[in-house]
């Protein structure tokens, strides 16, 4: 808990002189009416400190924000309802969901470090919900401009999500220490992303992960996946840090933006709220288009 402590307080510091933001800008590029609520949903229990950072950006920009977990047990959600979703941090995801879909002598690798994976209730839980969500989600034009933020192992569903597979534990794979309440040095590696765009092109971000999106398998088979892009690396570039979808407004992240303040954490909490603005206001609109 003091490390914590002390890795939240660093970060804070880290953010307030690098990338402080004035708390009183009012400026969004969206604008709702005074009796329009946007609605997140998380698809798991959000920290505290997640809803305490969705807040306050959106007092900052005018948003009025309610936001309600839609996890359901054997039940899918309806996500008409919502006008954004956010996939927290949590448990690993169980390998099964993406070792079906990798080459014989990797899912025998991931098999034999199957003993590093933390299987847990919240995972038993999550994994099959979340995992049918997106499919839901991806498979569904309706669903088009309904914007996605994935953090930690909601970015890790993402991937897997795609058929793509993860680390099973950084310091047995790639040598170096697991991102336990560590602040990593991050690198926007495209201009015209979401994470340069809003946050910066390099930034220090808090962690809690000890698994990540495979890198090194991603790379040798990215024509698989045309439609989506790594956006951002840390650790000598060896671990996705952003991951962004180019027809769907989709971002994840693996840093914790809930815990790294100033631009960070209103970048990507304003992207994310200024998303489901223009989604709301698309479906009003074409409310008003029908009733013509």
């Given amino acids: 808990m003091k ?39 998380c698809t798991y229990h959000c920290s505290k400190w997640v809803r305490w950072g969705i807040y306050r950006r959106a007092r900052q920009l005018g948003y009025r924000v309610r936001i309600v977990n839609i996890f ?30 990798v080459e014989a002598d990797l899912a025998q690798k991931i098999k034999e470090l199957d003993y590093l994976v933390d299987y847990n209730y919240e995972g038993r839980q999550r994994d099959p919900f979340e995992h049918d969500l997106l499919k839901t989600y991806f498979g569904n034009e309706q669903f088009s401009h309904t914007p996605v933020l994935g953090i930690c192992r909601g970015m890790q569903m993402l991937a ?12 047995e794979e790639l040598g170096f220490r697991n991102r336990y309440w560590s602040i990593d040095r991050i690198r926007s590696i495209n201009p015209e992303s979401v994470i340069q765009e809003q946050v910066r092109s390099k930034f220090w971000g808090v962690e809690y992960h000890h698994q990540a999106i495979r890198y090194d398998y991603f790379n040798k088979h990215r024509d698989r996946w045309p439609h989506l892009e790594v956006t951002a690396l840390s650790n000598g570039d060896k671990i ?11 971002l994840g992240v693996q840093f914790h933006p809930e815990w790294t303040f100033g631009k960070v954490r209103y970048g990507v909490f304003g992207w ?9 206001n698309n479906d009003s609109q074409k409310v008003r288009t029908a009733k013509l």
Avoid: M
Wanted: charge should be positive; aromatic fraction near 8%.
């Fill in 240 to 250: 996705p840090e952003a991951l962004e979808f180019y027809k769907r407004p989709v």
């Fill in 272 to 280: 994310l709220l200024n998303r489901a603005c223009h989604k709301k």
């Fill in 72 to 101: 359901a047990k054997n039940t899918s959600p309806d996500i008409s309802k919502v006008d954004a979703l956010l996939i927290p941090g949590g448990a690993d995801i169980n390998p099964k969901y993406y070792t079906p879909h």
């Fill in 160 to 171: 897997v999500s795609q058929k793509i597979p993860l680390y099973v534990d950084i310091k």
């Fill in 3 to 41: 490390f914590r402590i002390l890795a939240l307080l660093w970060a804070a510091l880290l953010s307030s002189q690098v990338f402080a933001l004035n708390d009183q800008v009012k400026a969004k590029s969206c604008d709702l009416p005074k009796d329009e609520v946007i609605t997140v949903g």
